[in-house]
């Protein structure tokens, strides 16, 4: 979540029921690790998520940006420099969407 928050930072969340809320896009959300989610360090017990992309949307990931329904997404909360970058995946693995997600309902 750099730059976003920092690693150490301290965050204060408010915890709420999943289907008490309607997300989203850009909205950051902190859930417990799933057992089999690996995250390519040092265990983790919370992990921090942008919303993305919603029920019934496409996502794709071209030349760097990310794609909702063909179009393109306006990261606002990176800095310029950084958008259009694709940052590997753990063990330095290329992120890719091939096909394009998309939730099948």
Known sequence: MEPTF???ETVQVAMVNPG?????????VVFRRPAEENCGGPPVTDLFKRVVGLPDETISLTEGYVQIN???????WLPSSVQGTTFPRPGGRAIRFEPPLQDPG
């Open 6 to 8: 920092q690693i150490g």
């Open 70 to 76: 063909g179009k393109r997404l306006d990261e606002t």
């Open 20 to 28: 008490s809320v309607t997300l989203q896009e850009g909205e950051i």
